[in-house]
């Protein structure tokens, strides 16, 4: 039982505002908390803040699920956040210490309300403490007199990775539970994005699925640039129509057929809120744009409280369906449905009195009216709009952009990994040059091997030893799909960005090393990957069995095997980029 006494203060403008935290559970090392606020009257309620410290001992970094490569200790005057939303983030942070261990774990249970999670060093005083914070309302909301919500503060002494696994679970009891996962979202995939941007050739593009079908892939995703004709604008300036351009697909409907031949599934991108400035649909939406972009962008952000708003998008998405059976979508930008400074206050033409709760029904719409006309639809969603309320409308979570940055990409998978959703979870896009050498190619497809691959080359532009590698890991990849996506999953070393990753299965591990690190026997069959700088991996059977390794390289080609004594510390001679399996020895 976890008796541990907190001392909340709560912080709030209105003095009318009554707000309490009371106890609610409270067992081995988890306590949650019940938030209480009651607001004078009906109205749109400002921030309330709940507050409490605890000693400064064993932190080393704070992690949340938006934090990138960002795993700084701040002090009181900048503190680390975690904001969060329906369309944006997820309530929680984690502080984690000495050999990757909890210190505390916050989540909340309201995934949709603006909600920001603060860290800070308390280092006014010689108290030696640390503070938290959760802050309600931490954006508009809808009017509202009463609010409850629960903190859950997991303060065991376990594995980091554990305690942040052990907050889904926790959201479902609150009914943030998902649909079932169509086995197609975790079918290796490739994009159009990186290799054609906005300039997309259909007869150019299906010579190329071809080859990526004859590889493995099998399924597509047609990003930007179809929906208008010419080079690239650079920008969003152009949709909002969302006609097929003829000049790169002179008949879409011939194209999809010709995917679905290669035994592909087709997904095409949508920026679900951007209407162009130099669209011809701009002016019909006139007044009903949340703001508009004048900058990079070039677009207005619809309104989507308007249902007339709504409707377009829906019956978009709908022709596509009917005239072409696409197989599913990619939908993006999400997460730039917000208020801005020219969002008009609500009016009698909508039917939503918020932003959040009109994407949120938009969302449920397109589930529902979609999955009518074809069941099974994919629908890729992107790192940041990553809670599980609005994941539950999506299937597949990749990854933010991070074209040719294997190290942003591995962090970002296993951020999502930590989230423990039902879902697909994918990697950007693996991108690279026909001039780039196999290991750095080979380093960009181990850093990704715990996500459902995702690559934007221009395979018959590729070497043949580019697309031989290709192959020979999506061969791999996909016989041993079970344990890495579905294994237990151990991303260890998260000061040195995850520099040792394993997925357990009930036969056997797989673990790449990120590091030149040393790997101990836990009596299980194991494959060990090669990512860091050196040659040769330090392996310890500290058991009495006799093991037999056998290695090879990146392509898969065995290039030897020994045989490991008990209690024995070697030097397996397996190359950087390559993998020893090891197994128990059946003589």
């Not at 988890?30 to 921030?47: C, D, G, K, L, N």
């Not at 934090?67 to 983030?89: E, K, L, Y």
């Not at 194209?255 to 701009?282: A, E, I």
């Not at 952000?301 to 709504?310: A, C, G, N, Q, S």
């Amino acid at each position: 039982m976890n008796n541990k006494i907190r001392d909340f203060s709560l912080q709030y403008e209105n003095p009318q505002v009554k707000a309490s935290v009371t106890p609610v559970s409270a067992e081995n090392d988890v306590a949650v908390y019940r938030v209480s606020i009651v607001f004078p009257e009906i109205t749109v309620p400002s921030p309330v803040t709940v507050h409490w410290e605890e000693d400064m001992v064993n932190i080393l970094q704070v992690w949340n699920p938006t934090g990138g490569r960002h795993r700084a200790i701040h002090q009181w005057f900048g503190p680390t956040w975690n904001t969060s939303n329906f369309c944006f983030g997820a309530p929680i942070l984690c502080t984690v210490g000495e050999n990757g261990n909890n210190t505390e774990t916050v989540a909340v249970s309201d995934v949709c309300t603006p909600i920001a999670i603060s860290f800070f060093v308390k280092d006014l005083d010689q108290q030696y403490k640390v503070g938290y914070s959760v802050t309600f309302f931490n954006g508009k909301c809808s009017a509202m007199q009463e609010y409850t919500a629960d903190i859950r503060i997991d303060s065991r002494r376990i594995p980091y990775y554990d305690t942040i696994l052990s907050v889904s679970p926790w959201w479902a009891e609150y009914g943030y539970t998902f649909p079932p996962c169509p086995a197609a979202a975790e079918d290796a995939l490739y994009s159009s994005w990186y290799n054609f941007h906005q300039a997309p050739d259909g007869e150019k593009l299906l010579e190329d699925l071809a080859v990526a079908a004859d590889l493995g892939f099998r399924t597509v995703i047609l990003d930007d640039g179809w929906q208008f004709a010419g080079p690239s604008s650079g920008n969003y300036s152009l949709c909002g129509e969302w006609q097929v351009a003829s000049d790169k697909f002179a008949d879409f409907k011939a194209f999809t057929d010709g995917v679905h031949r290669l035994n592909m599934k087709l997904m095409v991108w949508f920026s679900v809120p951007f209407v162009g400035l130099d669209s011809p649909v701009y002016p019909q939406f006139e007044g009903k744009y949340l703001y508009t972009d004048y900058g990079g962008l070039r677009c207005g952000i619809l309104d989507p409280r308007y249902p007339e708003v709504r409707a377009y998008i829906k019956e978009t998405y709908k022709r596509f369906l009917r005239d072409y059976d696409i197989d599913g979508f990619k939908l993006d930008f999400i997460d730039s449905f917000r208020p801005g400074d020219t969002t008009s206050a609500p009016n009698e033409s909508m039917d939503c009195d918020t932003v959040e709760k009109a994407v949120r029904v938009l969302l449920e719409e397109i589930e529902a009216e979609l999955s009518a006309i074809k069941p099974e639809l994919l629908f890729e969603y992107r790192q940041n709009y990553i809670g599980p309320a609005i994941n539950r409308f999506g299937n597949m979570l990749r990854v933010g952009d991070c074209a040719y940055d294997a190290l942003t990409n591995r962090i970002g998978i296993v951020d999502l990994r930590l989230l423990g959703y039902p879902i697909a979870v994918h990697s950007d896009m693996l991108f690279w040059s026909k001039e780039e050498s196999i290991a750095l190619c080979a380093k960009q497809l181990l850093n990704i091997m715990f996500a459902v691959p995702q690559i934007s080359v221009i395979l018959t532009d590729s070497t043949d030893e580019q697309r031989r590698l290709v192959r020979s890991y999506l061969e791999y990849w996909t016989a041993n799909r079970q344990i890495l996506l579905h294994g237990k999953f151990r991303p260890l070393h998260p000061e040195m960005n995850y520099s040792s990753v394993t997925a357990e299965g009930e036969q056997k591990s797989i673990t790449v090393l990120y590091a030149d690190l040393p790997y101990t026997w836990d009596g299980k069959n194991c494959d060990v990957w090669l990512n860091g700088d050196s040659d040769g991996l330090i392996f310890e059977n500290p058991s009495a069995d006799v093991l037999e390794a056998v290695w090879s390289d990146c392509f898969g080609q065995c290039l030897g095997s020994m045989k490991i004594a008990g209690n024995s510390i070697v030097r397996i001679p397996v190359p950087r980029t390559g993998c020893v399996y090891i197994h128990l020895c059946e003589e």
